[in-house]
């Protein structure tokens, strides 16, 4: 059976690949070389940072603090297509069964909507914010929001890489000669698209999972009826 993805690993960072998904979505290649693109960035900063600071990296697995904590959260539009492809096509089992839940009773405050036993349920897709945002020196404390209480400890980007993602995904806003892309990231034209992960409709994405589950499951009881005729 063929892998349903796999990680470009030529590139100096981990790109996920989802061959058949980016061929039938175009978008989605443009979402994950740029996300790619954040991670390189994010690397390469905290590995300066512990050069310079000589601190260690505070964030940890299953920390989720800052999930729990965030009240603004931006987040793209093709961030957000990407969310919901991965949410409705990829998850499965008793993860998607409690997320699905979860979105449906989602009221737009803390914690994330998407964290999970402290994990991340979208992990692989999750947004360039949350890709960037690294704590250095002690873990948070509850409740506590690092970038307002200790600036200094908090990873600042590198710009270079931000740009460069961003110049990656402009496409899909309709922007697409390297003249004008190169423009509006100049002039920060894409900020003016983010809206708040924490007040977007996820009831409405709870819903979309269940008509494809339910379609899904309305196919495979077709095919099987197929096989017993056949049989």
Known sequence: MKKSHKRNESSGADRLRFPEDEARYPWLSLLLEGL???????????QRARRKQNRPVACRERCGNCC?????IPVYPLELAGICW????????????????QLAGHEGKPPCP???????????????????FVVFGKPCG?????????????????????????FIMLPFYGITKDEDRVRAVK?????????NLQEWDWKNLAQKMEDHDRRATTDRAVDDAKSETVA
């Open 36 to 46: 790619a693109v954040f991670d390189k960035g994010t690397a390469l900063g905290i």
């Open 68 to 72: 729990r904590t965030n009240t603004d």
């Open 86 to 101: 991965y949410v409705i096509e990829k998850l499965k089992g008793p993860l998607r069964e409690t997320l699905k839940a």
């Open 114 to 132: 998407f964290l999970i036993d402290d994990g991340c349920s979208i992990y692989p897709l999750r947004p360039g914010v949350c890709r960037l």
């Open 142 to 166: 509850p409740g506590e929001d690092a970038y307002h209480t200790r600036r200094p400890d908090v990873l600042t980007p590198l710009e270079e890489f931000k740009n460069q993602a961003f």
């Open 187 to 195: 002039n920060g034209v894409i900020h003016s698209r983010v809206q």
